[in-house]
């Protein structure tokens, strides 16, 4: 099943939930992973990319928990996995934006955890170091370019990360598993 979705609009995310639920039944799982990471310098004043990632990265996972909550917590189960990023962890230069929205996504998952803690339902928040992705294509500030052309950074791959989750997500039901940060190694897989 393909949908195209905007993470931005909570009616194209509620439209998804629906012809999930209606083609595939209930939601048990859902992995909120949709983000955009468009690092700048503030001074640089590059408001518009700022409020895409607030849009993507925050209120794309509240439009998702949103869509699914009330039917997990009518069955009195689900999980929800939260993507966050290191940078929910720890701010980095040119990525205030970007780290900002991180931890709110991170705050969010430790809020809805508690929130449904005797729900049944399970929250999780993954916390990736750098992954090899599309993402750092989409910067466009010339000066953050500059700077990551000068850094040897290491990269996680994407099945690094699936691999995170679906530890989460298969544990018994008594077991809850808040929080995971993966980091690369020095040492290829």
């Given at each position: 099943?393909q949908v195209k979705?905007d993470v931005?609009?909570?009616?194209d995310?509620?439209?998804l939930v629906?012809?999930?639920?209606?083609e595939?039944?209930?939601?048990?799982?859902l992995?909120?992973?949709?983000?955009v990471?468009?690092?700048?310098?503030?001074k640089?004043d590059?408001i518009?990319?700022?409020?895409?990632?607030?849009?993507?990265n925050?209120?794309?996972?509240?439009?998702?928990?949103h869509?699914v909550?009330p039917?997990?917590?009518k069955?009195?189960?689900?999980?929800?996995?939260n993507?966050s990023?290191v940078?929910?962890?720890?701010?980095?230069?040119?990525?205030?934006?970007?780290?900002?929205?991180?931890y709110?996504?991170?705050?969010?998952?430790m809020?809805?955890?508690?929130?449904?803690?005797?729900?049944g339902?399970?929250?999780?928040?993954?916390?990736?170091?750098?992954?090899?992705?599309?993402?750092t294509q989409?910067?466009t500030?010339?000066?953050?370019?500059?700077?990551f052309?000068q850094?040897e950074?290491?990269?996680?791959?994407?099945?690094?990360i699936?691999?995170?989750?679906?530890?989460?997500?298969?544990q018994?039901?008594?077991?809850?598993?808040?929080?995971?940060?993966?980091?690369?190694?020095?040492?290829q897989?």
């Open positions: 099943m979705t931005t609009r909570r009616e995310v509620e439209q629906q012809r999930a639920e209606a595939c039944g209930a939601v048990d799982i992995v909120n992973n949709a983000g990471m468009l690092l700048s310098f503030l640089n590059h518009e990319e700022w409020e895409r990632m607030v849009d993507v925050i209120k794309g996972v509240l439009y998702g928990v869509a909550l039917g997990m917590l069955r009195g189960e689900g999980h929800i996995v993507v990023s940078a929910g962890h720890e701010v980095f230069p040119s990525a205030s934006v970007y780290c900002a929205t991180k709110a996504v991170r705050a969010l998952s809020g809805i955890e508690k929130e449904l803690a005797k729900s339902v399970r929250v999780t928040n993954i916390s990736p170091g750098a992954v090899a992705t599309e993402l989409h910067i500030d010339q000066e953050v370019k500059e700077m052309a850094q950074l290491k990269f996680l791959e994407p099945e690094d699936a691999r995170a989750v679906a530890y989460a997500v298969t018994p039901e008594n077991v809850n598993v808040n929080e995971v940060i993966v980091r690369p190694t020095n040492k897989g």
